[in-house]
């Protein structure tokens, strides 16, 4: 182990959460805890947006993904943008109506409190199941650099962001975002240039051993039968479609997105922080797809037989081939956006907690410490899922279809709750029922790719809503 690496390494998980836990002095109440006060520059938004959509999963799985395959992923990444369009357009509004603290209040005002609570549950579901696959992911690198075993290193990341996330809430989550945001683009950067001088001939060595191998291919225009059609994830269509469903989806309805857009001064600067993370998040996945043809490239030249388990295949060249210094910066870059989405997964789900299941309930004097109570039982829960991860296959893939699952479902209520005006509290649960139910049936009986859950549940729960209100009751309808 080389000392002076993981000096760099302590120093920055010490560094961070010293500074994030200063923020405590600016949360006076429950407002400050989840919105930050709405103080937050929407450069600070947009840059806290990309970490939070990046994470571990995607500096870990996506060099893994253009390590076996080739640069498709880029496909969903057109989506992304189609889906920021369709955010500012038709959701964003909804959430500057008025003083709100979570996405599911928008619910509440159009159908009731039921149904809030129905999509309020399904967001900490799911948010809980997804960032287990995410703090698995931190364990693969921790354990990579101190050799410690897997679980000893989930319960020590986890416990340093639980620290400044319980002291400094959102104001916190969103500057060690924009932090960590910079030291891990600064990371991949370096590391990009290291992998490259490592290989014999530069770029135009790589450009020919990757391009006979077909590794920069971008689109997949294909159709084939409609079974191998839905089957295959990473095509032009699964991207614009899948993947403006499932940005739709996690930008406009998951709390962990939507509590950033709602810390924006203002809708103009919201929409504006929203808009323009798009840019930086294509550049991103470019740089880690091509980190993985990169290694791929030295692989080959050396003979290397790749890692059983593909995912650590960038942190383990990272720290085993990278100059002393150098590889404790970028090791501790990976560790900056495993810590900033983990930290905002905390305060959004100790806000939903909060805010949609306790506050209405029971009426409490004391709020914030609700929210501090909530940050610390929702770190158990992701420690436990974290750990129980460890056996779902890639982590990149893993995570997004587990959020895939359940997105379609809030997408299609939160649609029919702004586009339409006929169906209730009872077509929406209706409504939202059958979209889960649709998904379910395609994940486990079908061999229907991840990229298209989102949009299958979208279309059945609005659908089913639809058909639901043509039998519902006045008196049910009335409660919207």
Known sequence: MRLFDLGVILAYLAGITWFGAHFRRNQKSL?????GGRTAPWWA????????????????GTPALSFTGDLSFLQLVFGYLLARIVISLVLLPHYFRGEMLTAYEVMRRRFGERVRRVT????????????????????????????????ASIVLIVLLTLVYTFEGGMTAVIWTDVAQMCLYVTGAAVSFLVILSHIGGGWSHVAAVAGAAGKFTVLDLHFGTLPAFLSRPYTFWAGILGGCFLTTASHGTDQLMVQRLLSARDERQSRIALLSSWLVIALQFTLFLLIGVLLFVWYRDNGLAAPRQQDRIYPEFLWH????????????????????????????????????????????????????????????????????????GSVLQAGLTIASIPSGALLGVFLLGVLTRRPGERA???????????????????PVAFTWYVLIGTVATFTGGL????????????AS
Do not use: H, K
Request: no cysteine; hydrophobic share 60%; net charge positive.
């Open 45 to 60: 938004i947009s840059l806290s947006i990309v970490s939070a959509e990046t994470s571990t999963l995607t500096i870990v």
């Open 120 to 151: 309020a549950l399904i967001f900490l579901v799911t948010r809980a199941l997804a960032e287990g696959v995410r703090v698995f992911a931190i364990s693969l690198v921790i354990s990579v650099v101190l050799g410690t075993g897997e679980v």
């Open 321 to 392: 081939n990278l100059p002393p210094g150098v590889a404790g910066i970028t090791i501790a870059a990976i560790l900056a956006a495993a810590m900033a989405n983990l930290s905002a997964a905390l305060n959004s789900l100790a806000a939903t907690t909060v805010v949609d299941l306790l506050r209405a309930a029971v009426p409490s004097r004391t709020p914030l410490w609700q929210a501090r109570s909530a940050t610390v039982l929702w770190a158990a829960a992701l420690l436990a899922v974290g750990i129980l991860a460890r056996r779902w």
């Open 467 to 478: 058909i639901a209100a043509q039998f519902e009751t006045s008196s049910a309808r009335g």
């Open 31 to 35: 407002r400050d805890y989840v919105l």
């Open 428 to 446: 929406a649960i209706v409504g939202v029922l059958l979209g889960l139910a649709a998904v379910l049936y395609v994940r486990f009986e079908t």
